[in-house]
């Protein structure tokens, strides 16, 4: 162990307490222990308890890892041809990721938008030959904020879709409130757009335009990029991977990665984790690294970096529950790791709420007739508007909707947009578990005048799907067709 001003020990609230554990920390061991003869040992106790179906996403990520590693060496285990197909499989996913992004990316560096790569992509780029073992079936970029618009831009022109299920007209005007966005197109197309490296919770301006001055070009697909310095790439694993409790365990491999290859800003990495709030989740990380892996931290970083750490007050708490891998949460410990990430999640909000609030109708049931007439329901109708609320006076608009719903609790979602000008989102929560014929009103105030094109009620999903390919997801989150049954238009007094 690292000697540094006391011993780190494993029981709770110490550093220890939050290292990877049992298969996850064999799995681990297997990708990272420099004696090949020890890691492959690990390898095969894994193989020889676990069944590879019947373990996670994050397990087989690091599977793909080992047996990049160790390829036909673990031949003779009856485990092998399922774990060399794994591989294989997970890597075409990969390969075909990168390859529905190239346009895109290419696209938006055309546009004139700088790209610098994060996560598993950086990697890739720095290490090419990291391709068969690293999994990365997303690509996320950063762009600098006042390119967030153009590259967003560029992503709506491709028909890439928005993940959340929100319309390009909302999320546009909003964009400065959004730390990053998800987008998808076709099977396996999946860019993660980011404006800031960073969790919001881990924020600081100061250095997040450091990080573009420390970042060094690369090539990516003959493409050519930017990626994180080394210790911006050690920093931006930890600060993400230490929130999700190791939903994704390779960052802890990326991490190693960057330390063993060298060049590592120490100064810099410590200013970051001082500036960001990072000194529990790397004192974790490190301190495992190098007592369990022998990843070459040095003594004194660590020192510093623990007694960050030990300063860190309350919040050493809650970032600890939210560093320990999530399946070794018991009772107590999981409801305290929970309420720790929705503290945390609500701040977030709280933030994004403050920049830039949104406008919401929230419906309630009412009782009407057969306004609709023989009207199809329909994802989208023009409302119509008399001639005289198409002016510059603020008007009161009170719409009536008819529509079938399916048998779940779930919400309602629609959204009033007049062209590329949002106006509102209207909510209903559908609480019981029912279907049938539901009849909404919602009732808010508009300036009809502000509109580029028709005024447009639209039904949108609660949540997005690449494909929507099983009856339940589409009954729970699906866009509900609906009928207008009424518009009344009205002058705010």
């Keep these: 162990m690292a000697p540094t001003s006391r011993r780190i020990g494993r029981r709770f609230p110490d550093y220890g307490w939050a290292w990877p554990t049992n298969g996850l920390d064999q799995l681990l061991k297997a990708v990272l222990l420099p004696d090949h003869a020890v890691a492959q040992t690990q390898a095969l106790r894994w193989l020889d308890a676990n069944d590879i179906d019947a373990v996670e996403f994050r397990e087989h990520r690091l599977l793909a890892a080992i047996a990049d590693r160790f390829g036909k060496a673990l031949a003779a ?80 022109r491709g028909d890439w879709q928005v993940s959340t299920g929100v319309s390009p007209q909302y999320l546009k005007p909003r964009l400065a409130a959004v730390r990053s966005m998800n987008f998808f197109k076709g099977s396996y197309g999946d860019i993660d757009l980011h404006q800031v490296a960073y969790d919001w919770s881990q924020a600081d301006e100061a250095d997040d335009a450091a990080v573009w001055q420390r970042a060094t070009p690369a090539s990516f697909t003959s493409l050519d990029v930017l990626v994180p310095s080394s210790a911006d790439r050690v920093t931006l694993a930890i600060g993400h991977g230490g929130l999700d409790a190791h939903t994704h365990s390779d960052w802890l491999v990326d991490t190693a990665s960057a330390i063993r290859a060298g060049g590592v800003d120490w100064a810099v990495l410590c200013d970051v984790v001082a500036r960001r709030h990072l000194a529990v989740p790397t004192a974790v990380a490190l301190s495992y690294l190098k007592a369990e892996m022998s990843v070459p931290a040095p003594d004194d970083v660590l020192e510093q970096v623990v ?83 198409v002016g510059g006076a603020p008007a009161e608009i009170d719409i009536v909707v008819r529509l079938d719903v399916p048998p779940v609790r779930r919400r309602i979602e629609m959204e009033l947009n007049g062209g590329e000008c949002h106006f509102a989102r209207l909510r209903y929560r559908k609480l019981g578990k029912s279907g049938g014929r539901l009849t909404l009103r919602f009732r808010g105030t508009i300036r009809p005048d502000q509109a580029d094109g028709a005024l447009v009620l639209s039904a949108r999903p609660s949540r997005q799907f690449r494909a929507w390919e099983h009856e339940q997801t589409v009954a729970t989150y699906g866009a509900v067709p609906f009928q207008i049954v009424s518009v009344t238009v009205s002058p705010v007094r």
């Design 77 to 156: 285990h009856p485990a092998y041809p399922r774990l060399a197909g794994l591989q294989k499989m997970l890597w075409t996913k990969s390969r075909l990721a990168m390859r529905e992004a190239e346009p895109a990316l290419r696209a938006i560096v055309a546009a004139g938008v700088p790209i610098m790569l994060l996560k598993g992509a950086s990697r890739i780029a720095v290490e090419p030959a990291a391709q068969r073992g690293r999994v990365a079936h997303d690509i996320d970029i950063l762009v600098h904020p006042e390119h967030m618009a153009n590259a967003f831009d560029v992503l709506r």
């Design 307 to 389: 007694d960050m750490a030990d300063r860190a007050g309350a919040a050493r708490i809650a970032a600890l529950l939210q560093a320990k891998p999530r399946t070794d949460f018991k009772g107590l410990t999981w409801l305290s790791r929970g309420v720790a990430k929705q503290l945390r999640m609500r701040k977030k909000r709280a933030v994004r709420e403050r920049e830039l609030p949104g406008v919401v109708w929230h419906g309630r049931r009412t009782q009407a007739g057969d306004g609709a007439g023989q009207v199809t329901p329909a994802l989208a109708q023009q409302v119509p508007l008399p001639p005289a609320a």
